[in-house]
């Protein structure tokens, strides 16, 4: 589940205390590169063997960047003609690594080999698989992902070295956070200035615990005395020394070598999103009846709570002034005999009172009913929020009707995500219906939902251009659980489970409003078709962005 960028983790999972002001040990790690490269012995000798094209059909690992090179033609990455996928096999070790590699990118088949071969063996292992991509002359990245380490561009020795040290924490058992945030907050320093810029900034650990591993690889690997004191930082070093030396020093040939994760692959219906749907709209129901609530009738605890979160890690202004935030009851044509929904809405958010009125009308009867609120709030990024399992939801920025749908899917899920049909019928699948829903399964269920929601409103996928057969397990797996309540004319609106409380803040709060923490997850749909973070959204660590660089790093 991604985050919206201005709403880091740390902020939602209530851990904003987090923040703190610490001094950088040195300007940027990065400066070490050419000391590393100089220390590292030469590399290994080795022997190949290349994958032919059943092997690499029966299965690659799991990560965007490796299906775009060889499956999808539109992508930046893709290489398919010339691409190949290696065992190799290095002196010092006798099981190989997987290695695929782009003949179109900026570094020859060689010295990516090279990389991983100027490692030790048991430092080596803990990468599983690694992958040189395409991309346009003059940009490079390096993207760690679980085991895995991924290369675009211009590379040197050191990123070999740099990819096992961001393995170390990225990847299985991970630092300890608790302990690692205690020893930052016990230091008076951290690696280097974009890390302490961080840590000030929102809380973010991610840069801290990185340099942390940079600063030990130093210490440990250049002869001499270092060109700096670390003193300031030997609690964190305390705790990232000995994971790096137990994987470095470990005795024998290829310690605890990670295997490599290999799962065919799988097409993506939408790739840009299932914005793309909006285009054409699903018919919706009016709304009877929209009635302002009075300023002396209160507000729901739940608009009120998420009102006075901080809008941003930067932006401490509430997301909704008291005097901004209106709520309405709202009666819809197709459901006159039930109670109104209790809609609420910040007169500075991007949806309009009738945006929001018409979007959630656009919802079937049946599901709308297992909505119980819904706010919208000003922000420049795309996102949505249901709080589980009351069935709130928070709405942010420009968002689309898809939007509302994916998160009103959330509210009739209850766990059938983990069901044995539903986990049956992705399997069955050749498809996602986008790169979002790859990455959770509750996000699967939700995207499934938005694009059954579409095809049973009066114009299928087909007709809309979109051939759903690759995803028609999960389709029926949806359908026959819960496919009336997504049908327009399926199920009826029914009796819904109460509305949160209501709060009549004093004179006092509604002048200053106390701030409130809000735990929500964010889902951010601004990039529907960008891989946003290295991390899900519910990683402590803080905001750890795939980077694109565009000059040599």
Known sequence: MAVLS????????????????????????????????????KPQKYTYTKWTEDEINGGIPPRDTWGQSYYESTSRFYCKDDFSVYNVTYADCPEPWLIGHCAKAEMNREATFDLLGRLPSSARGVVSDLLNANIERGLSFRWNENHSVMFGGYFRPADGLKSVLTALWVGSPGVPYEP????????????????????????????????????????????????????????????????????????????????????KYKSVLFPNGLEVLNKDPVPGSKAKSVVQWAKSDGYPEFCWNEA?????????????????????????????????????????????????????????????????????????????????????IMIFGDAQDSVYMHEASHCIDGGFYQSDVFQAAKAKDSCWPTYYSKSADPELFAEIGVAYLYDRSGKTLIQRGYNPSCLSNGLKALDEHVGLNFQRDGAKCFKRNPNSNVIHPSDAELLSPEPYISTAVIEDFSNPGDESSQFSSFSVWGEHPRKIHGHRI
């Open 6 to 41: 201005s709403l880091l983790p740390l902020m939602l999972l209530g851990l904003a205390s987090a923040q703190m002001t610490k001094d950088p040990l040195v300007k940027n790690v990065r400066d070490f590169d050419s000391t590393f490269d100089s220390v590292l012995p």
């Open 308 to 392: 006075r979160a901080q809008r941003s890690n930067d932006d401490k202004r509430p997301r909704c002034e008291p005097g901004r935030l209106n709520v309405y009851n709202v009666t819809y044509e197709d459901c006159p005999d039930q109670d109104p929904w209790v809609l609420c809405h910040c007169t500075d958010a991007q949806q309009t009172l009738n945006d929001m009125v018409e979007r959630v009308g656009k919802i079937p009867p049946g599901l709308r009913s297992y909505m119980i609120h819904l706010v919208a709030f000003e922000n420049d990024s795309v996102g949505g929020g249901t709080v589980i399992p009351w069935n709130m």
């Open 180 to 263: 690692f945030l205690k020893a930052v907050t016990a230091d008076t320093c951290v690696g280097d200035e974009d890390a302490a810029a961080s840590l000030k900034r929102d809380g973010s650990l991610a840069g801290a615990v990185e340099t942390a591993f940079a600063i030990a690889a130093y210490m440990k690997l250049v002869k001499g005395n270092p060109p700096f004191d670390a003193s300031c930082m030997s609690n964190q070093l305390n705790i990232v020394r000995p994971m790096l030396d137990a994987r470095w020093d470990a005795p024998g040939k290829c310690p605890n070598k990670v295997a490599p994760e290999l799962v």
